[in-house]
């Protein structure tokens, strides 16, 4: 195919394509791009004709992509991405007049701790934006930035698309958070033997802390496994249960009062929070202005020195 013949080509053709790939599922991708099952299913049809191969091949529930399919994809991912970049590069991104509507993907932790306070900014800056967060954390980020859910998303970060770009933006260490009012530190004894709450996305009883006490020939009893921070506070006052969270989010719930933040009483690994985004949206004024937003709101430039 040259040049003058892609102008028989539907463009909205590979995008279902794509979708596809993504999603495995006419219904999914139908869903995702706001339109009908037949709409898909024709598209799909014309999709086979175009490449005169079969494309995805049903099994079970799920649509398979034959190696012609995994092929095209390969090359039609990196193109779609610098069309979409060659676009957004011709336009141009006016905060204060802006609609424009953000999908991002932030931890718990971060939602709850950072998120407020690059809001207010949003507001003040940015009052058309919408802004749609989704949840995640390193298991579901890579596959919310490939299906486009989400343009940037800020959690601890593992495997990414190979598209994605990846930033940091803090080192972050972890704190001890306690309602009682016994004075002074505690001491790792006091710790173990204190009943815990566990913040834990997949509802585990166990986390990186467990892991460092076993090397030590210790370990805690955690009697509490919640899937999020903001009513640590609640849960905690009144009582002698402790919790170990990120320092940011220890800032925060301190702040509301109740409660005290300390070191903890055993060396315990940090994480470095990061900001990831699709290579697509690279260079698009609008994400370009949110993800220095983000930067400034959700970054220590101190602690990466």
Same mark, same amino acid.
């Given at each position: ?6 102008? !028989?080509?539907?463009?909205?053709? *590979?995008? +279902? ?16 791009? @706001? ?8 598209? *799909? ?7 005169? &191969?079969?494309?995805? %091949? ?6 398979? $992509? ?20 060659? %676009?957004?590069?011709? =336009?141009? @991104? ?7 509507? @953000? !999908? ?20 003040? /800056?940015? $009052? ?18 490939? =299906? ?5 998303? +800020? ?10 770009? !990846? ?36 509802? &585990?009883?166990?986390? @990186? ?16 496994? +919640? ?19 990120? &320092? ?14 300390? /070191?903890? $009483? ?6 470095? *929070?990061?900001?990831?985004?699709r290579g697509a949206q690279d260079a698009d004024p609008a994400e370009r202005w949110l993800r220095a ?9 101190? =602690?990466? =020195?």
């Amino acid at each position: 195919m040259n040049r003058n013949d892609l102008r !028989r080509l539907d463009l909205n053709l *590979l995008i +279902v394509f794509e979708t596809l790939m993504h999603e495995r599922s006419v219904t999914r991708a139908a869903e995702k791009l @706001f339109l009908g099952q037949p709409a898909i299913s024709a598209a *799909l049809s014309r999709l086979r004709s175009l490449f005169d &191969d079969p494309l995805f %091949v049903r099994t079970g529930r799920s649509m398979e $992509p034959t190696a012609r399919a995994q092929e095209i994809f390969a090359l039609l991912s990196p193109a779609l991405d610098s069309i979409s970049t060659a %676009v957004s590069r011709a =336009s141009e @991104f006016d905060p204060a007049t802006s609609t424009a509507v @953000f !999908r991002i993907g932030l931890s718990d932790d971060v939602e709850f701790a950072l998120l407020p306070a690059l809001l207010r900014r949003l507001r003040v /800056e940015a $009052p058309g934006v919408v802004l749609v967060v989704r949840r995640t954390n390193y298991l579901l980020m890579p596959n919310l930035l490939a =299906s486009g859910e989400i343009s940037v998303g +800020v959690s601890y970060t593992e495997e990414l698309p190979a598209n994605a770009k !990846r930033k940091a933006l803090r080192h972050t260490r972890h704190r001890l958070l306690r309602a009682d009012a016994v004075p002074g530190p505690m001491s790792l004894d006091t710790y173990c033997a204190r009943p815990h709450v566990l913040v834990s996305f997949a509802g &585990d009883l166990n986390g @990186f802390i467990d892991d460092q006490l076993q090397t030590m020939g210790r370990s805690r009893k955690i009697v509490l496994a +919640v899937p999020q921070f903001n009513g640590l506070g609640t849960l905690l006052a009144g009582t002698d249960l402790v919790a170990v969270v990120p &320092d940011y989010t220890a800032a925060a719930l301190t702040a509301a009062g109740g409660l005290r933040a300390e /070191e903890l $009483p055993l060396e315990a690994q940090g994480f470095e *929070l990061s900001m990831a985004w699709r290579g697509a949206q690279d260079a698009d004024p609008a994400e370009r202005w949110l993800r220095a937003r983000i930067q400034m709101f959700f970054g220590d430039p101190d =602690s990466l =020195s």
